[in-house]
């Protein structure tokens, strides 16, 4: 089992940033690939970046590239999500999740295994 819990997350003006983070306890924290997602009311939630554990390979969604940044300390159990000029449409409840294999099916929200509560970010025009 892994418990994940979400931090940093708030109101910011866009172009402004922000940096999340994502707390992990229980076992086997740095064997496991690390996901960002977002997500509206009412709207599927969508794949942010992610991080594999054995290299920190990372991937992002194109939204997002150049933007965010995902890094992880597996010695403080904690992934991060750097956000820089942000913008209105990056709003959304934010969440971290894991998952046990870096492959094709990163992006795919049904693979991950463990998911935290989210927290939520605002970015006003």
């Known amino acids: 089992q892994v418990q994940l819990v979400e931090s940093g997350g708030g109101l910011v003006q866009a172009g402004g940033s922000l940096r999340l983070s994502c707390a992990a306890s229980?076992?086997?924290?740095?064997?496991?690939?690390m996901g960002w997602f977002r997500q509206n009311p009412g709207q599927e939630r969508e794949f942010v970046a992610v991080i594999a554990w054995e290299d920190s390979t990372t991937d992002y969604a194109d939204s997002v590239k150049g933007r965010f940044t995902i890094s992880r300390d597996n010695a403080k159990n904690t992934v991060y999500l750097q956000m820089n000029s942000l913008r209105p449409e990056d709003t959304a409840n934010y969440y971290c999740a894991a998952r046990s294999t870096y492959n094709y099916r990163n992006y795919d929200a049904r693979t991950y295994a463990y998911w935290g509560r989210g927290t939520q970010v605002t970015v006003s025009s």
């Open positions: 229980g076992r086997s924290f740095s064997t496991y690939v």
